[in-house]
């Protein structure tokens, strides 16, 4: 029996190269190893305004972009969230169980609401406990995320842990599955904070023209020194370093052997050139599956089909367990 894998992105904007090598990238890697579902987040995208007509768009072209970025939808399931009404209700029940004092403590939610503590929905605030249903309906074992997400991963387990315990068992604890290297990727603009669909000026966006994606390289924050060494110290120059040495596949010294006594300038043109080469069969691929909406349509359906009954099941279990019905 493989182990099920469960992660999901939120259609909250324009996808990058951030969730693409700290996620999306270890989910295809790994697609034949674990039994996969892949959603797309709408639920959590509403716990910020969003514009309708724009929201039910993005959400496709999120599915679109697991789909050419190599998720096989006849091996993993690709499906939305709002299709499978469960994750709403055991969402709900999970909120019931959940201290006030663990959400509060959630550095994503401290730094969301931190300009507008009283206007933030009261769906931020309780943002983890959808995203531990989204992880427990279907006895996830791994869930692929990038760093950021750890903390949530966490509290997912706890959650399961206190249910089990109140209730009986009936949750499997998941794990978080982090990479070592890329599952934090910095903004291009302001390295010291991560790449952001909300920032889009220190993104690359993985539908971002070659001319857009140079101009951005060229524009990239370094620093005074001149040297090209993996130095954490030096945010802006190791964040461009790590993007080329995950795209390249090449190790630490070759690239530093490479680029020695050569200068930004060129570096960031070579570095530009490997992201628009890595981004141009996926970003093809993109173009041919939005050429006919009908055969997402159709994936996100059946897939959503083929998971309800799991999803069901898990729920039915804790209402009965909680004496509810
Ligand atoms: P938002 O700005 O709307 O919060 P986001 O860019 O942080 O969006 P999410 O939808 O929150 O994107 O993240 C989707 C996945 O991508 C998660 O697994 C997350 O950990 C990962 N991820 C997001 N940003 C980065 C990053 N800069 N580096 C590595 N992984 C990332
Ligand atoms: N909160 C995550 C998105 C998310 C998720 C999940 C990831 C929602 N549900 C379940 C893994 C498993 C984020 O990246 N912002």
Redesign the pocket.
Known sequence: MRKRAF?G??P??NL?I??Y???IRQWVERQAEFDNIFCVVDLHAITVPQDPAELHEATRQVAALYVACGIDPRQSVVCVQSHISAHAELAWILNCVAPMGWLGRMTQFKEKSAKQRETVSAGLFVYPALMAADILLYHTDVVP?????RQHVELTRDLAIRFNQLFGEVFTVPEALIRET?????SLAEPTK?????EPAGSIALLDPPDTIRRKIARAKTDPLTTIEFDESRPGIYNLLTIYELLSGQDRPTIEARFQGKGYAEFKRELADLVVEALRPMQERYAEIRRDPASIEAVLRDSADRIRPTAERTLSEVKVRMGLG
């Open positions: 992660s992105i939120q909250t904007g990058h951030g969730n090598l700290g996620a995320v990038g760093e950021d997400q890329g599952a934090r990727i910095m991560k790449m952001s669909k909300s």
